[in-house]
């Protein structure tokens, strides 16, 4: 079966500085492996994915996040904290070759102090 | 374009009564999830509608709740003799299912059930 661990249910970072969520995963197969972002008061967006193309993904806002096999692990990062960034963020998996069950992390949520 | 739609946006209700939740996906995707967001406990998966398949009902947490999906498009998920724990924000996603287990889910802005 498959699983995601999101290492901190909050995070605070000052504005400017860099930005890491990290996200661990359990998988029988090859994952596919997701980062969503949910903004207060919206629902949740895609900001990248890993479908086993290049192992560095780069998302929406700055957003990358790099697929290490080895550490079973999927962090999300960013250079450079901006204000709106703040929201909470959610890592999943889902298993190639079936159909597509997602399994979601229980979140980080980003706080972004002037 | 028109994206995922949910309806109500909020709903109240006294612990017992039946709700009904409603999930518009986007036109032209055949594949439906329901999940369920409570606080501190990230995203709970409920069902999954593909296309004429059966759905995978494997994560509805008790027989009080139920879901269908009529005609491949709208659905709706029903919850029976409603108690405080079902209280949370429910929300819905569609999917193009193009590339199959990569496919990017969109979500709807969800409905916050609250029972008292």
């Known amino acids: 079966a498959q699983s995601v661990t999101q290492l901190g249910s909050h995070v605070s970072v000052s504005e400017g500085a860099l930005v890491l969520l990290r996200c661990n995963y359990s998988?029988?197969?090859?994952?596919?492996l997701f980062w969503y972002v949910q903004y207060p008061n919206q629902g949740l967006q895609l900001l990248l994915k890993?479908?086993?193309?290049?192992?560095l993904v780069k998302g929406i806002n700055g957003f990358e996040a790099e697929f290490k096999k080895s550490e079973t692990s999927f962090h999300l990062t960013k250079p450079s904290a901006h204000m709106s960034d703040a929201a909470e963020y959610f890592c999943?998996?889902?298993?190639?070759?079936?159909?597509?069950?997602?399994?979601f992390g229980t979140g980080t949520k980003l706080q972004v102090i002037p | 374009g028109a994206g995922v739609s949910q309806s109500p946006s909020n709903k109240v209700t006294e612990k017992g009564k039946d709700v009904e939740l409603r999930c518009d996906p986007i036109?032209?995707?055949?594949?439906l999830y329901w999940y369920r967001q409570s606080l501190g406990q990230g995203l709970e998966f409920l069902i999954y509608?593909?296309?004429?398949?059966?759905?995978?009902k494997s994560g509805l947490p008790s027989d009080r709740f139920s879901a269908e999906r009529t005609g491949g498009s709208v659905s709706t998920l029903t919850i029976q003799r409603t108690q405080q724990e079902d209280s949370a924000v429910y929300l819905c996603?569609?999917?193009?299912?193009?590339?199959?287990?990569?496919?990017?889910?969109?979500f709807g802005p969800g409905t916050r059930l609250t029972v008292l």
């Open positions: 996603a569609s999917t193009t299912r193009k590339a199959g287990a990569a496919d990017t889910q969109y």
């Open positions: 998988s029988s197969v090859p994952p596919y």
């Open positions: 890993y479908t086993s193309a290049a192992t």
């Open positions: 999943a998996v889902s298993e190639s070759g079936g159909y597509q069950k997602v399994t």
């Open positions: 036109s032209g995707h055949t594949a």
């Open positions: 509608f593909q296309g004429n398949s059966a759905p995978d």
